[in-house]
């Protein structure tokens, strides 16, 4: 890549970057000049890519990007790495895929990342009364998100409890 395309590219990827997808999680895809080189997602595209440009061993083949937001972005990261083949995706990337988890699955491992963040957040010690503030609030929210991610992953496991066929003649 030349250096005035490797500098127009780095011009695009400001700080606020992360602020135009509004929470929104987006699958990117990097190409390089014989294709496909890499796709994931995440809320911080220009951010990510930005990363990539500066730390991948493969940066410098980087040519073009593409950002699209799917209703599903994990699901669309997976068919995308398994149908496209991109060159440096290690994860979904294999022979044979592994299944998809099921979705109480998901749900845990989401439930579990957000108590992580939530004991990390509460573990920080606020510098001022402004840092104090923005601590609680991320505390309130996690705690919201918790409690609405436990309730759906209870949904879901019970959804795949099969009901006895004797309950089935009673309630048609």
Known sequence: MADVD???LRGLFDEEGSLHTAG??????????EGLLYVGITICP???IRTHLR???????????????????EAAE?????AE????????????PPPPPDPAARLRTRLAREQRRLAELEATVPESATHLRLLTRAITTKKARIAKLAGRVREEESAA????????????
């Open 6 to 8: 490797a500098q127009f």
């Open 24 to 33: 929104r999680t987006a699958l990117y895809r990097l190409y390089g000049p």
């Open 46 to 48: 220009l951010t990510r």
């Open 55 to 73: 730390e991948q061993p493969w940066r410098s083949l980087v040519i073009a990007v593409r950002i699209d937001y799917p209703d599903d972005p």
């Open 78 to 82: 997976r068919q995308a790495v398994r």
């Open 85 to 96: 083949h991109p060159r440096h995706n290690v994860v979904f990337n294999a022979p044979t």
């Open 161 to 172: 409890v099969p009901v006895p066929s004797e309950d089935r003649r009673r309630h048609p």
